[in-house]
């Protein structure tokens, strides 16, 4: 078969490497490259969970959640990490790296085990390997949860294909179990189990009773998880925001065959407005791709089975919108970008098979396009060198996004760059004037810089604007404090302890005041208490 690169064990090692070299060649960069202030901090050092893998820690991580997920395997694999190799990023890069190179051998695997061909395998793995769209996926530290999930995910799927051929309970077992690891390492798995019966359907598998009693465990896995997700999301407090899911449909599939444009951050509020105003083009696209999808079910059988692939696959992000300010994300497209790989590539093998002038005409044209999306992924790569390169690149297509000025303002900060600092708040305060991060992140910035006057007055008419928000509240009192001005601290601490009785920073430093100033005057600071509060402070007191 010309369009397969051999169907020799040697062939397909040597595609192996060649699909390594690819992505080497893609991302290698990144190993050089620091963390960025965008999630990277608070999954790896900052947080004390991410250090303590003792049996204690390990129940702690796998009982609770971080940032709205519950992804214990990725909170724990960089736990290992820190205890083995401490903070150095380059571990972490490396680790994201290797990663990436499994999934795409893995992606590779299942296609063969599909009878696909090795020079569709192939294709298919490069194509998908190498696209710009994975960049974030690829470079981002904090996106370990995003290459674990899939690493576990596609694993199982070798074993189900596996089973599908032989029926041994073993391989079944293994993709059940390996498939529950996949949803402890990030919750977007719960799509495995349609992704089943999509194959099962490729491999035209009768659909019968068996086969639904073998599909159960895996749903009921799902359910719960999702359940789960959705508990945990509530738990956020951010209220729903509406989906617009035609738009979306189509965002996704042009920013995979044609990445060009694309932002580590799409804020929801320019997306929905760009989604609302081309509403009806979005519309007759996303129709016309759905049309095409039911046509070429009859007609092509690969080409659905891609199409089928991509859209099991992304459609949990078509309708629940991700917490947050983002409308999409280009990570949502790792695994449901597999479908979409596969298309290009059985479409060569369609035409070309057998027909050498088409064979090798289309060799050189998918050889250009490998290479040109992996320059192209090895130069978008760079805008996760540090958080100053990526906030910069997202304020350069999204200027006026209040996310987007506060981060690079957090970069600046970080950078010791206090001007650049300074600037970048202003600019978020401009934007919104009752932005309690900037209002309180630029007090200390004029507190530090022993500009103490200004950062009262900014504190003051924040807290006159919003005076229930303890975070405004707390740093007015760490001001005071600073400045000798002790009973205006107590002051506004108990005032904070009105909105939260058991605010552990309020109490903390009440206890400090009571106890290393003459705050309560003569008096002993503990008969002078409430009832109440002197019970929140019996174990300072």
Request: proline share 5%.
């Amino acid at each position: 078969m010309l369009t397969d690169i051999s169907r020799s064990l040697t062939g397909k090692i040597f595609a192996g490497i060649l699909l390594a070299a690819f992505v080497l060649l893609a991302y290698s960069a990144t190993l050089k490259y620091g963390y960025v202030n965008w999630d990277d901090i608070d999954y790896t050092s900052e947080n004390p969970r991410r250090t303590d893998i003792s049996a204690a820690g390990i129940r702690s991580i796998f009982s609770t959640s971080h940032l709205g997920l519950y992804h214990p395997l990725t909170i724990l694999s960089f736990s290992v990490e820190k205890a083995i190799f401490g903070q150095d990023p380059f571990v972490r890069r490396l680790d994201n790296l290797l990663l990436h190179i499994a999934n795409t051998a893995l992606v590779f695997l299942v296609f063969i085990l599909l009878g696909a061909g090795t020079g569709v395998a192939f294709w298919t793995s490069l194509l998908w390997a190498v696209n710009p769209v994975h960049t974030e996926s690829v470079a981002w530290i904090a996106e370990r949860k995003n290459l674990l999930y899939a690493f576990f995910y596609l694993a199982a799927l070798v074993f189900y294909v596996r089973y599908t051929g032989n029926k041994r309970p073993a391989y079944y077992a293994a993709s059940l179990i390996i498939f529950l690891c996949s949803l402890f390492a990030k919750p977007a798995a719960v799509t495995f189990p349609f992704t089943l019966l999509v194959i099962d359907i490729f491999l035209e598998r009768p659909a019968d009773k068996r086969l639904l009693r073998e599909k159960a465990p895996f749903f009921l896995l799902g359910g719960i998880f999702a359940a789960v997700a959705v508990a945990v999301q509530a738990h956020t407090g951010q209220p729903p925001l509406k989906p617009y899911p035609h738009a979306s449909f189509v965002f996704y599939v042009q920013n995979f065959f044609l990445p060009f444009g694309l932002s580590a951050f799409y804020p929801y509020v320019e997306m929905a407005a760009d989604f609302s105003r081309s509403f009806f083009r979005y519309a007759l696209a996303s129709a016309a791709l759905l049309a095409l999808t039911v046509w070429a079910a009859r007609k092509h059988k690969n080409f659905a089975f891609g199409f089928m692939l991509f859209i099991v696959n992304i459609f949990p992000f078509l309708f629940l919108v991700p917490a947050g300010e983002i409308m999409t994300a280009d990570r949502y497209l790792y695994i449901a970008g597999i479908g979409l790989a596969f298309i290009p590539a059985a479409f060569f093998r369609a035409i070309a098979d057998n027909r050498p002038a088409r064979c090798a005409l289309f060799i050189m044209l998918l050889t250009s396009l490998a290479f040109a999306w992996t320059l192209q992924a090895r130069n978008r790569a760079g805008i996760w060198k540090n958080g100053q390169t990526l906030w910069a690149s997202i304020l350069e297509r999204y200027p006026d996004n209040e996310t987007a000025n506060l981060g690079m303002a957090n970069a600046c900060f970080r950078g010791k760059m206090p001007a650049c600092y300074q600037d970048y708040l202003a600019r978020t305060l401009r934007i919104n004037p009752y932005s309690t991060e900037a209002v309180s992140l630029l007090a200390i910035s004029y507190a530090l810089s022993g500009k103490t006057g200004l950062a009262e007055d900014l504190l003051k008419k924040a807290v006159a604007a919003a005076p229930a928000n303890p975070r405004l509240l707390f740093n007015l009192s760490v001001l005071y404090h600073r400045t000798g001005k002790y009973a205006l601290a107590e002051k506004t601490l108990r005032e904070i302890l009105l909105l939260n009785p058991a605010h552990p920073q309020a109490l903390n430093n009440l206890f400090w005041l009571y106890s290393h100033t003459g705050v309560c005057g003569k008096a002993k600071c503990s008969d002078t208490l409430e009832p109440g509060l002197k019970r929140r402070l019996e174990k300072y007191l």
